[in-house]
């Protein structure tokens, strides 16, 4: 049934997400809100997943039915819709960006990065090629498995991250999209990239790169590449959009919010900036043109470190260790 409601429903690019697993659900007749148990709170992945004209109810019945909601990683229209339903304990505040991806035929200026990532991935014998996850044998699964332990190991979040990542699944129900990347004359698979669809009115409108990993490579600008080369292949298909997915803390919009929230979240942003995943993530990003629509939280709490510690539990990150890798090595 949830896959119907994406299919039917799941406009906002982390609709398909919200079918992972280890995620809880309230549902009705019409629809669901996902969400996850974390510090406290009720933590919802993205908006509900049901016709945008149910949306106010679906909010509704799911404030009346949790102690500590938090809704999370949404669009403006439904924070305020929340805020609106909620009642003035509940605050509002942007949370960073994210990067959307226009796949008009006229195209727009290459950006110097990718150029150079295309010219050396073509003598590099670089190569994106789709795969059917139901086809993979033992032993190239094991090889994808592989690429993970391996990205893992040098991340600067060396964990498998939940929740805002959909984790790398061999599950083929026709929908999601998995490509291997492979280098050299014999084409060697070093990485793979996974795309989550999202809808409008039952057809596909676009994808979020939910994943993309690789293993260390002479190879320079893979991201790069693989990013312009994956857009390539939708705009060849004819569709419209994709999402390169979240920069949080990132451009964070706090305009008609609540200001002690704002505040804290405006400092959060400048002393989270030196990070180096967030900067990373920033600055890979900021190499394609699109659009870059803020994502907002609305919380029962006055603290914004609470929503973070909720953030990074539901993600299963461990919040010392990145303060630790980011400030003392």
């Known amino acids: 049934m949830r896959h119907n409601l994406v299919r039917a429903h799941g406009s906002d690019p982390i609709s398909y997400s919200t079918l992972q697993a280890g995620l809880s659900y309230f549902e009705t007749s019409f629809g669901y809100v996902a969400f996850q148990r974390a510090f406290g709170f009720d933590l919802t992945l993205g908006p509900p997943v049901c016709a945008s004209g149910d949306r106010a109810e679906m909010i509704q019945r799911f404030l009346s039915s949790r102690r500590s909601p938090l809704f999370f990683y949404v669009p403006r229209d439904v924070a305020m819709l929340v805020a609106e339903r909620g009642g003035p304990r509940f605050r509002v505040s942007g949370m960073g960006v994210d990067k959307v991806m226009a796949l008009d035929p006229s195209g727009s ?27 993979l044998s033992a032993e190239e699964r094991g090889r994808l498995e592989s690429i993970t332990r391996s990205y893992l190991r040098r991340s600067s979040v060396p964990v498998e991250m939940h929740f805002l990542n959909r984790p790398l699944s061999f599950d083929d ?157």
């Open 109 to 135: 200026e290459v950006h110097p990065r990718v150029r150079g990532a295309l010219k050396k991935a073509s003598r590099g014998g670089f190569e994106v090629r789709e795969v059917r996850p139901a086809t």
């Open 173 to 329: 129900d026709g929908l999601a999209r998995l490509f291997v990347l492979r280098q050299g004359s014999e084409g060697q698979v070093f990485g793979y990239a996974v795309l989550d669809p999202y809808f409008d009115g039952g057809r596909i409108q676009g994808y979020l790169l939910n994943l993309i990993r690789f293993e260390r490579t002479r190879l320079w600008g893979v991201y790069y590449s693989a990013v312009s080369t994956l857009a390539s292949l939708l705009r060849e298909e004819g569709l419209r959009q994709l999402s390169l997915g979240f920069c949080p803390l990132v451009d964070v919009d706090t305009e008609g919010c609540s200001p002690v929230l704002a505040r804290q979240v405006r400092w959060m942003e400048r002393q989270l900036a030196g990070i180096e995943y967030l900067a990373r993530l920033r600055a890979m990003k900021e190499a394609f043109p699109g659009l870059t629509p803020q994502r907002y939280f609305v919380t029962p709490s006055p603290w914004a470190v609470t929503t973070l510690l909720a953030l990074l539990r539901a993600c299963r990150v461990p919040f010392t260790g990145i303060l630790r890798r980011t400030f003392l090595e």
